[in-house]
């Protein structure tokens, strides 16, 4: 199947500091991506829908302030999370739609700890 | 507001048999159905997506089933082994302009020796 890669795998930072993840697509032009979280033995939690070359829609309750999406080509999504507090640790996992298949991939999640 | 739900929530088989996961959802109008697995502290993979036209897909041991008008999936598992540990997922695309996909609650399988 085709592969989505997210960078970092897992990061630790300070509280108060800005953390970006990176999304890319390796097999596919992706217009529409998507950001979830994921909390321990919970089901995945939409964040946000990026579209290439436009705003992200973000989910009611997630502050598009603090979690700034990028979509800046048809490979790469970027995650910025600013100024990270501990309740910010989470498993962030990105996904891509292949649009020729309609099928929607999964990066391998990101594990974000803030200390 | 559409819901899905997957039956059982956790299930146990001995190595070498044959299951079938349950996958039911309140609204027909679909777009297409796509099953993953999740194993601890991983991504998602993808193992099968019916479109909404479709009534099964198959991909080595695995076999996806659709009856869109009474709202159910099963994923079928053939001759199971400890490998296909994991939690499976089924979520559901809605028809329209809505893009985001709508998950199951999950079933978390283990296939022991």
């Known amino acids: 199947g085709a592969v989505v890669s997210q960078h970092p795998s897992w990061v630790i930072c300070k509280s108060g500091t800005s953390v970006k993840i990176e999304c890319r697509s390796l097999?596919?032009?992706?217009?529409?991506m998507f950001w979830y979280r994921q909390f321990p033995k919970q089901s995945l939690m939409l964040m946000a829908t990026?579209?290439?070359?436009?705003?992200?829609?973000?989910e009611q309750g997630v502050e598009k302030d603090k979690f700034l999406i990028n979509h800046a080509s048809l490979t790469l999504s970027t995650l910025t999370v600013t100024s990270a507090h501990p309740e910010d640790s989470s498993f962030y996992i990105c996904?891509?739609?292949?649009?020729?298949?309609?099928?929607?991939?999964f990066g391998p999640g990101t594990r974000l700890t803030v200390l | 507001k559409q819901e899905v739900t997957q039956i059982p929530a956790a299930l146990s088989v001995p190595e070498g048999e044959n299951l079938v996961l349950n996958c039911s959802f309140t609204?027909?109008?679909?777009?297409?159905l796509q099953w993953f697995r999740q194993d601890p502290g991983k991504g998602l993979t993808s193992l099968l997506l019916?479109?909404?036209?479709?009534r099964e897909q198959t991909s080595g041991r695995l076999n996806a089933s659709l009856d869109k008008s009474s709202g159910r999936s099963t994923l079928y598992i053939a001759a199971s082994q400890p490998g296909d540990s994991a939690t499976y997922l089924c979520?559901?695309?809605?028809?329209?302009?809505?893009?985001?996909?709508?998950f199951g609650t999950g079933t978390r399988l283990q296939v022991t020796l």
């Open positions: 996904s891509a739609r292949d649009p020729s298949t309609d099928t929607q991939y």
């Open positions: 097999d596919f032009q992706a217009t529409t």
């Open positions: 990026s579209n290439e070359g436009s705003k992200a829609t973000y």
């Open positions: 609204d027909s109008a679909i777009y297409n």
């Open positions: 019916i479109q909404s036209s479709q």
């Open positions: 979520a559901v695309r809605p028809g329209g302009t809505a893009s985001k996909l709508t």
